[in-house]
């Protein structure tokens, strides 16, 4: 807590965290992370033409910077069908800051 103020964050770390017989570690591969970082950080480059036709639903917390306006062009090429939604007040982990509100998008989306 000291080094992590945030609880959710912290709760997503320990998901990671195994207790074994030398005592705690990382169940993650953290060397093929840094490996490559670069990679799973980026996007492809995905060829013009190329793109998924029917409704697709994303969702974003508004306190979260991992769809950014410069980031719509890209997305309603790809996804012309897209619907965004925000979730005011949720961060990146919206489903976790704000289930219900996620449950309702959904729902309201496959009403459509």
């Known amino acids: 807590a000291e080094t992590i103020a945030d609880p959710a964050i912290r709760a997503f770390l320990?998901?990671?965290?195994?207790?074994?017989?030398?005592?705690?570690?990382?169940?993650?591969?953290?060397?093929?992370?840094?490996?490559?970082?670069?990679?799973?950080?980026?996007?492809?480059?995905?060829?013009?033409?190329?793109?998924?036709?029917?409704?697709?639903?994303?969702?974003?917390?508004?306190r979260s910077d991992y769809i950014q306006p410069r980031h719509r062009e890209e997305i309603e090429r790809l996804f012309p069908a897209a619907v965004i939604e925000v979730i005011d007040g949720a961060g990146h982990w919206v489903h976790a800051d704000a289930p219900q509100a996620v449950v309702d998008a959904v729902e309201r989306f496959l009403a459509a």
């Open 14 to 62: 320990a998901q990671n965290v195994v207790s074994g017989p030398e005592g705690f570690s990382w169940a993650i591969n953290l060397d093929a992370i840094e490996r490559h970082a670069e990679t799973i950080l980026g996007f492809p480059e995905v060829p013009p033409g190329r793109r998924f036709e029917k409704p697709t639903l994303f969702i974003a917390g508004g």
